[in-house]
């Protein structure tokens, strides 16, 4: 029985939900996009990429132009190169063809010379050698008369030319008549030094009489005119030197450093020079002496100082230079029964052991005269390896010395006092070996030699 009241449960239906439709509008949106933007993207990348390649091929196509330009230039350059190589080998077998040519026209010219040619020639050389022995002569006239026709023959003879004009203007400058005077002595002797063509000496003594008569103004004029360089001119020495000193003393200076420097063949050329302008100058003559001696020809040297001494006979110092030399070549003559002339230095200390050995001539003294350039630098070293020999032998005494020492030397203390002979230029170069010390050479001494001999060496 059912309850009244309550109204039976009804069972729920389960709800069925209708499937939902997928919206695909907005993939297929997106898809197309990314479609267009890869297309996009690969047009942009092929373009692209063909632009480069374009590119590339544009710039091969330049640098196969330029090495194509570059290598037709290299070839033109060589081409150019070569053409201007031949041209320049035509050129000199051109050059060397005409020389030929010119050499043997020349030479043909010469073979075709007329008889008549070589006759005139000869006559004009003739009379310049006339010319010049008239002017030697004193003849001034007759000299130009001769130049005058030697001119009219041969009129390009610059030779020629040039003497004329020097003796017509010598003529003014010289006094008139037979005057003479130191001057015009002077003058002379240049034009004699021009004509034998010593153009240096003739410009020294014009210079020299220039000093001596500064007023005049034709010889310095024509002074001048003579001494202008000319494109032949090798004697050219510079402008007239108006600075005080004139050219003897000058000279007088060079001489002097030329002495100290040791340059003595120099010193004599110099004093010679000097003596042609002043033949009478003391001080050339005295230094010119000097120059001999320390080149160890004493004959030359005592006659040049016996010239000075004539010349100032109240110079005591000279008197003693000519009587020394008077010595020495009497104590050669007498001294030495050791041959200088022909034996070395190592035989002569072979000679002093000797002399001590026979304990002879005057206990173990041996006296010689001077002798200068006698050791040799070939000698030194030979000389410096028996620093150390203590084998006695005699010592050596100038004739110049009044003390003789009596005993005995070493053969080291010897060659050592040779050495120092050597560097000095003349042997021996102290009155006496041994005197005031002891033989023998010690280690000080040994080492200042062979340093002197390393610094020898260097500078030769």
């Known amino acids: 029985m059912k309850r009244a009241g309550h109204a039976p449960k009804r069972k729920s239906k389960t709800k069925k939900l209708k499937p939902k439709v997928k919206n695909h509008s907005f993939l297929i949106v997106l898809f197309?996009?990314?479609?267009?933007i890869f297309i996009a993207l690969s047009v942009g990348?092929?373009?692209?990429?063909a632009e480069i390649e374009k590119t590339k091929a544009e710039q091969l196509v330049k640098l196969?132009?330029?090495?194509?330009?570059?290598?037709?230039?290299?070839?033109?350059?060589?081409?150019?190169?070569?053409?201007?190589?031949?041209?320049?080998?035509?050129?000199?077998?051109?050059?060397?063809?005409?020389?030929?040519?010119i050499f043997k026209n020349a030479e043909k010219e010469n073979q075709h010379k007329s008889a008549e040619e070589l006759a005139k020639e000869e006559k004009v050389n003739k009379l310049l050698s006339d010319a010049k022995k008239e002017y030697k002569a004193g003849n001034f006239q007759a000299a130009k008369?001769?130049?005058?026709?030697?001119?009219?023959?041969?009129?390009?003879?610059?030779?020629?030319?040039?003497?004329?004009?020097?003796?017509?203007?010598?003529?003014?400058?010289?006094?008139?008549?037979?005057?003479k005077t130191r001057e015009s002595e002077l003058i002379r002797k240049a034009i004699d030094y021009y004509m034998d063509g010593d153009a240096q000496s003739a410009l020294d003594i014009f210079n020299y009489v220039l000093y001596?008569?500064?007023?005049?103004?034709?010889l310095r004029k024509f002074y001048r005119d003579l001494e202008r360089p000319k494109d032949d001119n090798e004697y050219y020495d510079g402008p007239y030197k108006d600075n005080g000193i004139h050219i003897?003393?000058?000279?007088?200076?060079?001489t002097l450093g030329l002495f100290y420097e040791g340059k003595f063949t120099e010193v004599i050329e110099n004093c010679k020079q000097i003596l042609r302008l002043d033949p009478k100058n003391i001080t050339a003559l005295e230094r010119m002496g000097?120059?001999?001696?320390?080149?160890?020809?004493?004959?030359?040297?005592?006659?040049?100082?016996?010239?000075?001494?004539?010349?100032?006979?109240?110079?005591?110092?000279?008197?003693?230079?000519?009587?020394?030399?008077?010595?020495?070549?009497?104590?050669?003559?007498?001294?030495?029964?050791?041959?200088?002339?022909?034996?070395?230095?190592?035989?002569?200390?072979?000679?002093?052991?000797?002399?001590?050995?026979?304990?002879?001539d005057k206990a173990g003294s041996y006296t010689v005269g001077q002798h200068g350039g006698w050791i040799k630098e070939e000698h030194i070293p030979k000389l410096i390896e028996i620093l150390d020999s203590t084998e006695p032998c005699a010592n050596v005494c100038s004739y110049l010395s009044s003390y003789l020492e009596m005993k005995s030397s070493t053969i080291g203390h010897e060659a050592a006092f040779l050495i120092?002979?050597?560097?000095?230029?003349?042997?021996?170069p102290e009155l006496n070996s041994l005197r005031n010390r002891s033989p023998g050479v010690t280690e000080k001494e040994k080492a200042e030699i062979k340093q002197w001999w390393a610094e020898y060496k260097k500078k030769k």
């Open 32 to 36: 197309i996009f990314v479609v267009f």
């Open 45 to 49: 990348i092929s373009n692209y990429t």
């Open 64 to 101: 196969e132009k330029a090495n194509t330009l570059r290598k037709k230039a290299d070839i033109d350059r060589e081409e150019k190169k070569k053409a201007e190589e031949c041209a320049k080998a035509e050129e000199k077998l051109t050059n060397t063809e005409k020389a030929f040519n």
């Open 145 to 179: 008369e001769k130049l005058a026709e030697a001119l009219k023959l041969s009129p390009a003879r610059k030779d020629i030319a040039e003497l004329y004009m020097i003796l017509k203007t010598i003529g003014g400058i010289l006094p008139s008549g037979n005057v």
């Open 212 to 218: 001596l008569q500064p007023e005049n103004d034709k």
């Open 248 to 254: 003897v003393k000058e000279k007088l200076l060079r």
């Open 290 to 360: 000097s120059a001999y001696y320390k080149l160890g020809k004493k004959q030359e040297a005592k006659a040049v100082w016996e010239k000075a001494y004539k010349l100032n006979p109240d110079n005591k110092t000279l008197k003693k230079f000519i009587d020394k030399i008077e010595k020495e070549t009497t104590s050669e003559i007498l001294d030495d029964t050791f041959d200088f002339k022909n034996k070395t230095p190592l035989e002569f200390l072979e000679f002093l052991k000797q002399i001590a050995k026979n304990n002879r």
């Open 420 to 428: 120092k002979g050597f560097r000095k230029g003349t042997y021996p």
